[in-house]
């Protein structure tokens, strides 16, 4: 496998766009990778465009090949991946495949969604897409519902508090609101958070993620064409994707998911390095509990510490293992094509030293999307490699 | 790269199942290809899984994981791809790169589609998400009236005419009375054809493919696998996935499609073959004149002679270059996500000697799958490779 190196980045602010189609927004944010990374769109080689329900919310597919026209790519081979949440993860690994094993020099990824037209109950229609309808779907079990279960499975095996729990909240939406991509970034206080209305016990209204619009992207090139962009190296050291069960009945834990645990596994032997190298991580906050989760999964904080490390403030920036210092999923937002492809703006601005909540010295990040009730799972390790 | 050889191949019929769901007949089409090949299903390093509109007429995403439990697989990458009704062939291919580029020696690319229960207002619109909704889409064009222009341009340019189109249903639905995985098959006079109630001038009703439900499967492996399972070998002599206009005015001249004669080009430079060397091929004739203009783009047939060809009996079983001996789009059926596989599950029956309308001493076969208006195309060329 080659060496593959992110060269562009582009994303939209996440929010509401309401007069523009998913397709321009994803064009907009491919557009704005190409630029960044300074090299000709002629020598792209493979697009791979991540998207859930543009079927269901706006009645559009082949996003991919329409993107490219706009962009005005060669006549390469343009693929929409999905895998619910993590489609944009897919999208990223697989630009990140063709170069690595040698198919062309050049790829993009780009992500995408737009919903906010659509209305909260064609939304949450669309979403449940990514749950097992024949099981979960027809008993009437929504994602909310599924990741409150999660929370009290969690807080019944280690104690997890509605206290402990906010200070994540706490934390993204401060994070967020210094991100001027972020959709929802606040500075609430944990009586705020603890007192916002009911929307799934023991979910409440800032523990879950906004309903999103946005885009975003990724030009990815072989290492040997470093000279040719601007910029510092920054590395895929490895990309892993994974899947877990599609239904709550094959979770025997609900405290952990599958998918991620083996994609950690796999992007720390495949890189070499270890949880403590991990200078930050953007991760998967769909609802304020997938980050205790997640952050144990990838073994960034001990098991059944998530939240009180949060609490602690160990996971803040400048603590010991900053997370989501972009305002993750709960205050950035969550466009959900879109999203494996924010996690990746995010932590190559961090390692180009460029963030608005910069971490000091940071020189490895890792990006981990989450699918549905963990049956997809994407998790990269980016490092800074000046040569 | 890798050589890669076709180990197992599966397929449920193609037409109606009324009480089973998408990812249901994928499974069974997957599991089938499994164990024809009678390798272990623990050995399968990648799933892929094109499909088109489960989203909008099923209400289901995440298919390519819903699938790879039901089947017991491991916790392995599984992804959906989607470039409208190419999404079965692109997954094929995928499935194909994964191997020949190292990434594991056994995947399987599956296609499913189910649209019957939907009825045909929701089907048209929902293969209507195939268009550029911002142009083609809102002025009330569809895909019988887009191929219904295709077909006048091409009459005008090389005196095409009805009677020489209806030699192209007449050999497709016949050949589909002999398949068993046919959806409808029919003994048909050409008078009967021409006479056929009208749906969009000049296409009639036999000149359209039916809305079928239906899955394929294909299970691919190393080339150094060949002595782990029975059967001829069968390899993949080249695969191409190319991108054209996504809509109407993009297209300069409607009697050729650009990603037809780009992906003809990189598989005959891949395999090193040119078109007199293809001894059949199953090709997308979702409309009976999209079979004249596909044939003529890979080289097949002499520029407008594509009709005239089918006439005079040379695209025949027994002719100079059988096309759609199985039956093609218009008879054996077109559950969208799925026929890119039964493409290769029709090519991989007639390398193996084992087709209901074998051509001699086949031993070179094609597939050409096309999504929308020509916006993505993948071909494949199937060599039987006998050591």
Redesign the interface.
Known sequence: MRQVLVAGIGSTPFGRHADV?V?ALAARAADAAIRDSGLDKSEIGALYLGN??A??L?????L???V??ELG?G??????????CASGG?AF??AY?AIA???CDVAIAVGAEKMSHAGTAAVT??L???????SD?RSGLTFPGFFGMVWNAHAARYGTTREMVAAIVQKNKRNGLSNPLAQMGADLSLEQIAAAKPICDPLQLYDCCPISDGAAAALLVAADRANDFAGPRIAIAASA???????LA?IGNLTSF??NV?AARIVYEQSGLSPSDIDLCELHDCFSIAEVVDSEDLGLVPRGKGAVWAAEGRTAVGGEIPINPGGGLLAKGHPVGATGLGQIYEIVTQLRGKHPNQVKNAGVGMTHNL??AG??CTVTILKRTDA
Chains 1, 2 share one sequence.
């Open positions: 189609a397709e859930f329900v079927g269901p706006s009645g559009q597919e082949v991919a090949g329409l490219a026209d790519l006549q390469i081979p343009c693929s929409k991946t999905e895998g619910a897919i690994r697989h495949l094993t040698g198919q229609s669309a449940n897409c990514a749950m097992d309808n024949l779907g994707q994974t899947r877990g069960s599609p239904r094959g599958r998918a083996d699918g549905g049956v997809a």
